[in-house]
């Protein structure tokens, strides 16, 4: 190549550059930054869970609850923590159950009572009473009725003055508390549960209508509710048994098993 040619080509080259870096300048532009991406991991507690599912009544233990890591932004009011408590473990050993806790939910105070050996009045919220009634197959919906379950208590007796008897609904919406259950044989060999005590929570006059109904009944028969229906009122009952039946309430007289009629109750 000539060396005119090579001087006009260098020429050429050194002007493309100052031309571009020219530009550059005019338009501010700026060359191109490396931009680095920091991820920031959120801050974490340990918080109580319970270790498998635990039902009302149970006693919890160091198998039964374990620490498991959790977002600090989602605690709740009522977990515990292990900065709060880093000893939780061991100072809730034999606590009871109070209300029926699912594997990895958190350990809360509500759903737990003291550690003594009274069971029953450790499941027994403040005002209420645990009162007990005898059922049967036949008067516990088949050994379908189990703790927490909601049921209506019907109270069957006979009716002297007019024959038949008198079916009348005397609670409503009772929890269970337990249920007293044995293991019984059939003739087929197969065991079968069957309760024959069912523990009831019910307010003070609920407690003394049931105590009048057990005198008066022939039966007591648990009727078993929707859990749907476990909202409703759980606070009435037939009180006018406690006034030696001069209330009203609606009954049903019963010939051959069939209804005859349907009348208030009368004064006595």
């Given at each position: 190549m000539k060396p005119t040619r090579i001087i006009i080509l260098a020429v050429a080259v050194?002007?493309?550059?100052?031309?571009?870096?020219?530009a550059m300048r005019l338009s501010g532009a700026k060359a191109p930054e490396m931009v680095q991406t920091v991820v920031q991991k959120e801050p974490t507690v340990r918080v109580l869970v319970s270790a498998e599912n635990l039902p009302v009544g149970s006693r919890l233990n160091d198998k039964a609850m374990q620490w498991v890591v959790w977002p600090k932004s989602g605690i709740a009011e009522g977990f515990i923590t292990d900065a709060s408590r880093p000893d939780a473990i061991k100072e809730l050993q034999g606590?009871?159950?109070?209300?029926p806790m699912f594997k990895g939910e958190p350990v809360r105070a509500e759903k737990i009572a003291d550690s003594s050996s009274r069971i029953m009045a450790s499941l027994l919220p403040s005002g209420k009473r645990a009162v007990s009634t005898e059922i049967s197959v036949a008067t516990g919906a088949g050994g379908f009725v189990l703790p927490n379950d909601r049921v209506d208590i019907i109270m069957v007796r006979e009716n002297k003055d007019g024959g038949g008897y008198i079916t009348e609904n005397i609670l409503s919406n009772i929890r269970v508390l337990a249920i007293d259950q044995q293991i019984h044989e059939s003739e087929d060999g197969k065991k079968a549960v069957v309760g024959t005590t069912a523990t009831l929570e019910l307010t003070p006059d609920q407690a003394k209508v049931i105590a009048v109904a057990q005198q008066m009944a022939e039966r007591l028969t648990l009727a078993l509710r929707s859990v749907a229906d476990s909202q409703e009122a759980d606070t009435a009952a037939a009180d006018y048994l406690l006034r030696g039946g001069d209330?009203?309430?609606?009954?049903?007289?019963?010939?051959?098993?069939?209804?005859?009629?349907?009348?208030?109750a009368q004064a006595k």
């Amino acid at each position: 190549m000539k060396p005119t040619r090579i001087i006009i080509l260098a020429v050429a080259v050194a002007a493309a550059g100052l031309a571009g870096l020219l530009a550059m300048r005019l338009s501010g532009a700026k060359a191109p930054e490396m931009v680095q991406t920091v991820v920031q991991k959120e801050p974490t507690v340990r918080v109580l869970v319970s270790a498998e599912n635990l039902p009302v009544g149970s006693r919890l233990n160091d198998k039964a609850m374990q620490w498991v890591v959790w977002p600090k932004s989602g605690i709740a009011e009522g977990f515990i923590t292990d900065a709060s408590r880093p000893d939780a473990i061991k100072e809730l050993q034999g606590t009871v159950v109070r209300m029926p806790m699912f594997k990895g939910e958190p350990v809360r105070a509500e759903k737990i009572a003291d550690s003594s050996s009274r069971i029953m009045a450790s499941l027994l919220p403040s005002g209420k009473r645990a009162v007990s009634t005898e059922i049967s197959v036949a008067t516990g919906a088949g050994g379908f009725v189990l703790p927490n379950d909601r049921v209506d208590i019907i109270m069957v007796r006979e009716n002297k003055d007019g024959g038949g008897y008198i079916t009348e609904n005397i609670l409503s919406n009772i929890r269970v508390l337990a249920i007293d259950q044995q293991i019984h044989e059939s003739e087929d060999g197969k065991k079968a549960v069957v309760g024959t005590t069912a523990t009831l929570e019910l307010t003070p006059d609920q407690a003394k209508v049931i105590a009048v109904a057990q005198q008066m009944a022939e039966r007591l028969t648990l009727a078993l509710r929707s859990v749907a229906d476990s909202q409703e009122a759980d606070t009435a009952a037939a009180d006018y048994l406690l006034r030696g039946g001069d209330g009203k309430a609606d009954i049903q007289v019963i010939k051959s098993g069939t209804v005859v009629k349907n009348t208030p109750a009368q004064a006595k």
